[in-house]
Antibody
Framework: QVQLVESGGGVVQPGGSLRLSCAAS????????MHWVRQAPGKGLEWVAL????????YYEDSLKGRFTVSRDNSKNTLYLQMNSLRPEDTAVYYC??????????WGQGTLVTVSS | QSALTQPPSASGSPGQSVTISCTGT?????????VSWYQQHPGKAPKLVIY???KRPSGVPDRFSGSKSGNTASLTVSGLQAEDENDYYC?????????FGGGTKLTVL
């Protein structure tokens, strides 16, 4: 069955960096566009970024451009999110999600990122 | 782009129907039939309940239905059950960007 497992979350100081990973299994990873979505504590879902099948195209939520970078390694069936210059408002659970045409049909369990001094 | 607009809360008694709205613009909800709805239990990942406005994934009860008129999409839950009490989010997918609604907390009275 489809499985997405995020890792790499933790506590980081403001201005720091963190790299999240999402290990995929149970499907042909290289055939799917993948996304990152986050959810701040007690808040709603916020789209973060997407990456094309082969990694050649990436798109970001406007306010995150320049700080976050999404990438993938299809040989390792893994999606990444490199987060730099982190701010307290980046504190959230980060989910990776698979897209099937126009909707997210599979989600990981999420990994918590806390930006605090 | 701004988030889609949902009412923060909705409620109904068991057996009743409740409709949650999701308002966007002619550039997102109104322009694409790529509206989906997600149910989220506290502390859990979202779960798809409706996609492409009115399609139901296998395993989702037919009590859940979706529709769209102009720039507003709607999720209707009929025959409310206690297990339907959760947060619901709408989403509009536009290829290179995704918008979410702010979420609606559905309470079963």
């Amino acid at each position: 069955q489809v499985q997405l497992v995020e890792s790499g979350g933790g506590v980081v100081q403001p201005g720091g960096s963190l790299r999240l990973s999402c290990a995929a299994s149970g499907f042909t990873f290289s055939s799917y566009v993948m996304h990152w979505v986050r959810q701040a504590p007690g808040k709603g879902l916020e789209w973060v970024a997407l990456i094309s099948y082969d990694g050649s195209n990436q798109y970001y939520e406007d306010s995150l451009k320049g700080r976050f970078t999404v990438s993938r390694d299809n040989s390792k069936n893994t999606l990444y999110l490199q987060m730099n210059s982190l701010r307290p408002e980046d504190t959230a659970v980060y989910y990776c999600a698979r897209v099937l045409r126009s909707h997210f049909d599979s989600w990981g369990q999420g990994t918590l990122v806390t930006v605090s001094s | 782009q701004s988030a889609l607009t949902q009412p923060p809360s909705a409620s109904g008694s068991p057996g009743q129907s409740v409709t949650i709205s999701c308002t966007g613009t002619s550039s997102d909800v109104g322009d694409y039939n790529y509206v989906s709805w997600y149910q989220q239990h506290p502390g859990k990942a979202p779960k798809l309940v409706i996609y492409e406005v009115n399609k139901r994934p296998s395993g989702v009860p037919d009590r859940f239905s979706g529709s769209k008129s102009g720039n507003t999409a709607s999720l209707t839950v009929s025959g409310l059950q206690a297990e339907d009490e959760n947060d619901y989010y709408c989403s509009s997918y536009a290829g290179t960007t995704v918008l979410f609604g702010g979420g609606t907390k559905l309470t079963v009275l």
